[in-house]
């Protein structure tokens, strides 16, 4: 798990500007949770080998100033509750504003790393202007520029200084993750689990706890449970408990083997619930969809269990092949099972094929219906190896292996699941040279 970083600073100083240049260079994994809140985003970078997260808490209504200033304090406090470190953006051409002063004012207080930075020094003239901020009361600055980059280096380069190292679990158990938007029903299902209630609550500023690891040996499966359901922290708005939960989903994603996805049948797989599904794909985890709840849904007919499912995997489209259960934490329904199926799928990620086995059963398969003939050339598929990694990878050697499209690869990788069961895990498919 990677130590984060919060920009903070009013509208317009370039904070935006300034994040985008950073997680440019790598693949923004987290599209999935702007448009949770107005707009925060969270993405990742890195510098002299470090990676950090780095969330953007811009989010903005247009309004009064009094509107401004509260979502100031919010954003702040944001900063404050999540982050490692914060960046502190102001802007030289606008000089020092009343809502900087505010702004520092929090920051002053806190006893986390605060950089300072002054944006749009774009030119030594500005460079010279920026002493301004010394006014600021948080000492030394950073200058730099967003737009053409200068000065980031420096910053960074401090910036990663701080950050803590954060060490990933050592111990070889499967990691479960129960992750889900608000009032899934998370919590209950992991008291339920664990038979006892537990809720830590932090309301306390400059605590960072985003997840907590247990390890629990249940139904005779020994697992460690990533639980970030029961930390409760204290949100004014609910738009903001949304994005908490969202963020420690994120991260509680990043951190394990098998997501237990749960959400509310009541509710339905919705726009939330599928983003966060996609991002467990993305990150090539295990995957057990949980429809909680399922004691509040009236007709039980089969045929309803069927619907639901089928509309479910509409969503899912192409990833299918993942467990669906129908569950309900009050009554207790198919807890058991949910575990079970966790650890089945973890089994799965961790399945190696022998190659013998994989040739044998995937060549006469591929004989049959070979690639299609591409620009008049025939490819020829010849060996296949599942390669060393944590979860399902398998390199197809071929002569041609640029001609082998996007459906061509579906096919192969359903045949793989049809013979060898991947149910629950995303895999990749690649062609080689051969
Ligand atoms: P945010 O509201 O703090 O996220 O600010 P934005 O990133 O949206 O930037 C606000 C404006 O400042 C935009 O027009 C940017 O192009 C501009 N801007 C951002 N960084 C720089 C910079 O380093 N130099 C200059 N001259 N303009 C910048
Ligand atoms: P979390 O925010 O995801 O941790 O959700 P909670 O565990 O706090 O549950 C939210 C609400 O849903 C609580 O009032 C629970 O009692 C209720 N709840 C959880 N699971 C079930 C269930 O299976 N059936 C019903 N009827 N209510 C449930």
């Known amino acids: ?52 997260s780095l969330i953007d808490t811009g989010g903005y209504v247009v309004g009064s100033d009094d509107i401004f200033e509260k979502e100031i304090d919010k954003q ?43 944006n749009k020094v774009d030119n030594a003239k500005r460079a010279a202007d920026a002493v301004e901020f010394y006014a600021l ?26 950050l803590p190292e954060k060490e990933m679990e050592t111990d070889d158990l499967p990691r479960f993750a129960v992750v889900g938007r608000p009032n899934a029903g998370k919590s209950s299902f ?26 629990y040996n249940r139904f005779g499966f020994e697992f460690n449970l990533v639980d970030t359901a029961g930390i409760r922290r204290k949100a ?31 509710r339905g797989f919705d726009g939330q619930v599928e983003n966060i599904f996609w991002l467990a794909q993305r990150n090539n985890k295990g995957i057990v969809i949980l429809v909680n709840k399922w004691d509040l849904v009236g007709d039980k007919e089969t045929h309803t269990m069927k619907q639901y499912t089928q509309k479910i995997k509409q969503a899912m489209e192409p990833f299918t092949d993942v467990p669906i259960l129908f569950i309900s934490v009050l009554t207790k329904q198919r807890i058991f099972k949910a575990i079970e199926t966790a650890v089945e799928v973890y089994k799965n990620r961790s399945k190696r094929i022998p190659t013998r086995k994989l040739n044998d059963v995937m060549l006469p398969i591929i ?6 003939a591409y620009k008049g050339k025939y490819v020829k598929i010849k060996f296949i190896t599942q390669l060393p990694t944590p979860f399902p990878q398998f390199a197809f050697f071929c002569n041609l292996p640029q001609y082998v499209r996007d459906p061509y690869k579906r096919f192969l990788e359903n045949k793989l699941r049809e013979h060898f069961v991947f149910t629950g895990v995303p895999m990749s498919i690649f062609m080689r040279k051969k």
């Open 76 to 118: 702040v406090e944001l900063a404050i509750d999540e982050a490692d470190a914060i960046i502190f953006m102001v802007d030289v051409e606008s000089g020092v504003t009343g809502m900087d002063e505010d702004v520092a004012k929090l920051l002053r207080r806190i006893d986390k790393p605060v950089f300072l930075t002054v």
């Open 367 to 372: 004989q049959n219906t070979p690639p299609p």
């Open 137 to 162: 009361g948080l000492g030394e600055y950073y200058t730099l520029s967003s737009i053409n980059g200068s000065g980031t280096g420096e910053l960074l380069d401090d910036l990663v200084k701080v």
């Open 236 to 266: 004014k708005v609910k738009e903001d408990l949304e994005f908490y939960s969202v963020m420690r989903s994120v991260r509680a994603i990043e951190h394990c083997d098998v997501c237990l996805l749960l959400f509310d049948a009541t």
């Open 1 to 52: 798990m990677s130590a984060i970083v919060a920009i903070v600073g009013r509208p317009n100083v370039g904070k935006s500007t300034f994040f985008n240049r950073l997680i440019q260079r790598r693949e923004a994994i987290v599209d999935a949770i702007s448009g949770v809140t107005r707009d925060r985003h969270y993405g990742k970078s890195d510098w002299n080998g470090k990676e950090f």
């Open 190 to 215: 992991i008291n339920a689990l664990i038979g006892e209630e537990r809720y830590i609550v932090t309301d306390i500023a400059g605590t960072t706890r985003d997840s907590i690891d247990t390890k």
